[in-house]
Every structure is written in C-alpha cells, then in structure tokens.
C-alpha cells in the first residue's frame, strides 16, 4: 500500500481553505442510522451558528439502507422485511438515491457555505476524497457525466453523478450536499467492501432495473485490504495538506455531540416513521 501522506494537495482540494479558516477533523465511534444524521445536521447547525468547519468519519452499527430526502419509500421497500433481515432504515437530510450502509468509511463536511457555488464546493470535496485514495494506491478521478443520472427509482450506486468518484468508470464514493442560509452539509460513503447487491432483494421486486449496481469497493482494488482506520487516516492527511497542519484541530467543542438534551430531538426526529416513511 503507498503512503497515506499526499505529496502534495491537488489546487481544487487547496480551495478549501477559501470555506473556513480552521478545520476540525472529528472521528466519531459508529452509531445508528438516526444517531449518525442527527450528529450531521447539529455540526450543520453548529457551522450555521459559528462558522466551524468539520471534516468527520464514522461508521455503523448495523447495516442500514439510507434513502435521500425527497426518495420514495412506500411501494418499494417494506418495514417487514427489512426487519427480518436485520437493517436499519432512515432518510437522510440530503437528497440522493438508497443506498446501504455496511463495510464502508462515511464522512461528512460541514462549513460555511460563502459566496461559492455549491457545485464549486462539491468539487472542491471531492477532489479532497480522490487525493486521500490517491496516497492511498487508488487511481481515483472525479466521474465527467454526458448526462444528468437517471431521476426516478434508481439505486444511489447504479451509476456515477457527474463530479462523484470513480474508478474506471465505477462509482467508489457516493455523495449528497444540503445547503441551508449561511452553511452547507456534504456527506456520503466510500465502500471498503460493496454490500449494495442486497438492496436487490429489499425491494419489492427484485427485478427491476433499478436494483442494478455500477460500484466498486477498495478491497477490488488494492492488494491488501484497507481498514477503516487506515482510510480515515488518509483522508485526515489530505484534509491537513490542503488546509496546513496549523489550521487543523481534533479537539471538538460541539454541545450537540455530548449533550443528550440538546441532540436527542434531532435523533428522535431521524427515527420518527411519519419522516422516514413521508413518502
């Protein structure tokens, strides 16, 4: 495996400096699927309040099929049988298509949002992403779309997004951007192993077209499986290559992170049924 210090951080990967001054990297332990939105949407809350950035990575303590916020969930996946199958479901606060939440590293970037388009923002995330995997022996390049993704019922990881990472034209990373007055939230999932072939038979007919998959994970493509842990390092060091060791803290200060009062609304809002089965 190569080394996990970049060399250097690409120009795209560099303008976040223009997003915040300072930089938290924040490693929370895994949690479940309204936990881990409600955690995304406090630091949200806190860069809208106090003009943070955080660059965090985490995982799950279960498998959980995630659908984007405006997603449709009733008709196509049933409460019964991802029960019986042993996975969680909940809707995020960004848009996107499902997806399943297993073997993977997740992060999310919360920062003021600025003058900068969001397109500009995604960009400048993703090209953090690729420069992590880069250092890490991936050839990873964000994908150049002729046309806009399918809209409708397809599956998060049935093809690339313009702007989203791949490798030989297979989607590695996953990623969705919500933006609200004066801050933005980007998150998604890099797949150590792919699980997204389940989603096939969570839905209630396993045939259509939108249960097909175009992903790739990093154990297809290193000769040495990659730990979260190793990932999460590589993508601590691109952030610090980019932004300059000076401008980067592990020390968090969030309320929301350690005060049930103050997060646990947020948690029981991502676990209410009439939000997650809203459509």
Known sequence: MASLIPAAATPRAAALRSLAADWTLLRTPPADGAHNMAVDLALLREAQATGRATLRLYGWTQPTLSLGRHERARGRFSPERLRDEGIDLVRRP???????????LTYSVTA???DAP????????NALLADALRALGVQ???HVAARHARPGDAVCFSEPSSGEITVQGAKLVASAQLEEPGAFLQHGSLLLRDAQPTIAR??????????TTRATALDQLLPQAAS????????GAALV?????EHVTK???LESLSAEATLAPLVEHFRDPAWTWSR
């Open 241 to 245: 290559a980019a932004v300059g060791e």
């Open 228 to 235: 979260f842990d190793a990932v999460a390092d590589a993508l």
């Open 94 to 104: 960004t848009g996107g298509r499902a997806l399943l939440h297993g073997p993977e």
């Open 118 to 125: 969001l397109r500009w923002r995604y960009d400048c995330i």
């Open 251 to 253: 020390r968090h200060t």
């Open 112 to 114: 003021p949002a600025g």
């Open 140 to 142: 990873a390049e964000p």
């Open 202 to 211: 969570l839905l209630g007919n396993p045939a259509v077209a939108d249960a």
